[in-house]
């Protein structure tokens, strides 16, 4: 964390899936910057766990249950937001799932979820948000985590990386419609990242962990603490004239060829 300690004093971040990974991080580092931090996702324990890490780091946090792909849900807890804060200045949709598989051993109803939880849900937060924030000429930020798995295909993972093109069509679309309004949406795609839940789901061989490792130019996958920080940036005064960009932190992984 490389900002001073009341950069987001008096801001109000929501986070989706802020209980574990990525969202954790951002949300621990928000509430130490000064934000009200909200974590909104399905499981109540990961999100208690969550506010009381804020709580322990001198910060200031709440939680709420949402399953995004429920649209009444979602407007219900935006509602009580407003209410509860009077505004909300930052949304970053962050939760997402997936699974490994080949695409032709994936149900019809595995394609759906995936595409349902990352794709549909980031414009049900955005639109539950940025509809609010259009009708009182809010400037509200909106981050949505993307992935390079969006560019080249995503073998193995064909529902996450089509979701993740559609997220970085999206964040293109509503920059444009809502950027007179003041609203900035950008991305930020990491490459790939280890956290404990990744590390227990996808990085299991050890093996390909290391071969994967050494043809990053930077040698390394990802941490949370390598994306928080951008998130922060792009929520603050400094990123103010940033938007409608799709941001790659990935260590150089993109530019790799399998001849070096
Ligand atoms: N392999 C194959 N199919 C799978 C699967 C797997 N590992 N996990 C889920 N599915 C399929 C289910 O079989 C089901 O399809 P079906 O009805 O044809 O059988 C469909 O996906 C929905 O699964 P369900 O478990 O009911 O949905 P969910 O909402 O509880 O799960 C997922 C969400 C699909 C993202 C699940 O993989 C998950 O919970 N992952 C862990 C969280 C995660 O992905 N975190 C990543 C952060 S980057």
């Not at 019809?108 to 980031?122: E, H, M, Q, Y």
């Not at 490792?213 to 103010?240: C, K, N």
Request: cysteine-free; hydrophobic content about 40%; glycine content about 12%.
């Amino acid at each position: 964390m490389v900002f001073h300690d009341d950069l987001f004093a008096d801001k109000v971040v929501l986070i989706t899936g802020g209980g574990t990974g990525i969202g954790r991080q951002m949300a621990v580092d928000f509430g130490r910057l000064g934000a009200h931090v909200i974590v909104a996702a399905r499981r109540e324990e990961p999100l208690r766990g969550t506010v009381e890490l804020i709580e322990e780091a001198g910060g200031e946090g709440s939680f709420y249950l949402v399953d995004i792909r429920d649209e009444e849900r979602i407007d219900e807890m935006v509602e009580e937001i407003f209410d509860v804060h009077d505004h909300l200045d930052v949304l970053i949709n962050n939760a997402g799932g997936n699974f490994v598989g080949p695409a032709s051993a994936m149900s019809p109803n595995g394609w759906r979820t995936v595409i349902d939880i990352n794709l549909n849900g980031t414009f049900l937060m955005s639109s539950a948000v940025g509809k609010r924030w259009l009708a009182t000429g809010f400037p509200g930020r909106i981050i949505n985590m993307s992935a390079t798995n969006a560019h080249n295909g995503s073998p193995l993972m064909a529902h996450s990386g089509a979701s993740k093109a559609g997220i970085n069509s999206l964040t293109e679309t509503l920059a444009v419609e809502w950027g007179g309004a003041g609203i900035t949406v950008n991305a930020i795609l990491p490459g790939p990242v280890r956290t404990e839940g990744s590390d227990e789901r996808l990085w299991t061989d050890e093996k390909t962990v290391k071969k994967l490792e050494s043809r990053i130019p930077l040698g390394r996958f990802a941490r949370p603490e390598d994306i928080s920080p951008l998130v922060q940036f792009l929520a603050s005064e400094a990123g103010a004239f940033v938007t409608g960009s799709l941001i790659v932190v990935d260590g150089g992984d993109r530019l790799r060829t399998p001849d070096f």
